[in-house]
Every structure is written in C-alpha cells, then in structure tokens.
C-alpha cells in the first residue's frame, strides 16, 4: 500500500496569507496525485488532479504541484472561505487508492 | 447542476445488513464510473469501491471485498451498495461519487454527494 504523509497535520494562517501544504508518497506515484477540500456538512470538492490540474470551477489561488513522491498544494492568498481540511490521493495502484491523513487550515 | 444524493444510512447489529443508495441528477449517469468513498468519525478518506459505467466491472478493497456489493441502475440513475456481514470497523460517512473521466475509470472523484452515515453498534 502506498503512504501518503500530509504535513503539517495543522496550518494556522490569517485570511490573505499564503498556505503550503504537502503530500509526501512511500514510493513514486508519477503525477497521478489529486487533492479535495472538505467542510463540515458539505461535499468534499476536487481541486487538482494529476498533481497541477485544477479542476473546472476552481479558482486560480488554488495551484499544485510535484512528481515522483513529494507534492505541494498552494493557496497563494487565503479567503474565508478556504478554511477547511485538505487531503491528497494518489491513483497510482489503482484500484489500491490511498488517501493522506489530512491537513486542517484554521484561522489564526 | 450534478447532484448526488446518498440515502440509506442508519444504525445497524454487527453481522448484519444494511443497503445505500446514491441517486444522481444533472448529468448523463450512465456515461460515468461511480465509487464509494468513506470517512470514519476522526478519521481520514478510505476508498470502498467502484464500479464502470455499464456495471460490468466492478472493484472493492481489500478491506469489504466478500462483504460489500456494489451496482447500478442506469435507468434509474442510482448507485448502490449492499453492505453485508457489518463489523464495528465499518461505522462511517458513506460518500458517493462520480469519475473525473467518462468511460474508463480515473479514480479521481470530481462531484460528492454529502454521505449517509452508517452506525454498526450493539
């Protein structure tokens, strides 16, 4: 089973700061990475797919990047309503799909 | 707009059985791969199954492979999942959703619907 680590498990940030987040993989995925956002309540929404694919709808602030086995997620300017938790999964062994642990951007 | 609308979700004996269902509107449903997807309360995502857009080929995890089923109804836009044999483990918010891709499968998941919640307790 490929691991994915998502550091930090935590991210406190003020609304118009940048975030990073990252996505580190047990062996090599290529770029068959994607990354969710999820909100209490509501339906977990794809934001990058093939490791910088932004998907239809989703604003250009969001942006990923990598290969190989590390991955970034960049909110290059936090809005209210980016705090959230984010996860990435990997396809790589499909159907073995694996998801990270979760990284949770809060409010300062 | 896609919308997918989980339902079936409840509290339920280990050993036993329980089915959920996904309806989906918005889009041609018979045209897309569907999955399930589940979060356990505190934990993270853990993929559960998919199956291709005409039902044929179907795949589980590792982790309900012999106890879970999944199917479709294309003519009625639903997914289904037969959960059987439940253990305590498989308590979660049960997701469905859609492949990015139409035809063969992507396993990247680019609409959800916002789960049903599955209780196995004594």
């Known amino acids: 089973e490929i691991v994915l680590t998502q550091s930090p498990a935590t991210l406190s940030l003020s609304p118009g700061e940048r975030a990073t987040l990252s996505c580190k993989a047990s062996q090599s995925v290529s770029n068959q990475l994607a990354w969710y956002q999820l909100k209490l309540g509501q339906a977990p929404r794809l934001l990058i797919y093939d490791a910088s694919n932004r998907a239809t709808g989703i604003p250009a602030r969001f942006s990923g990047s990598g290969s190989g086995t590390d991955f970034t997620l960049t909110i290059s300017s936090l809005e209210p309503e980016d705090f959230a938790l984010y996860y990435c999964q990997q396809r790589s062994n499909w159907p073995r799909i694996t998801f990270g642990g979760g990284t949770k951007v809060e409010i300062k | 707009q896609v919308q997918l609308v989980e339902s079936g979700g409840g509290v339920v004996q280990p050993g036993g059985s329980l089915r959920l269902s996904c309806a989906a509107s918005g889009f041609t449903f018979s045209r897309y791969g569907m999955h399930w997807v589940r979060q356990a309360p505190g934990k993270g995502l853990e993929w559960v199954s998919v199956i291709s857009s005409d039902g044929r080929d179907k795949k589980h995890s590792d982790s309900v492979k012999g106890r879970f089923t999944i199917s479709r109804d294309n003519s009625e836009n639903t997914l289904y999942l037969q959960m059987n044999s439940l253990r305590a483990e498989d308590t979660a918010l049960y997701y469905c959703?859609?492949?990015?891709?139409?035809?063969?499968?992507?396993?990247?998941?680019?609409?959800w619907g916002q789960g049903t919640l599955v209780t196995v307790s004594s």
């Open positions: 959703a859609r492949d990015l891709h139409q035809a063969a499968a992507a396993y990247y998941f680019d609409y």
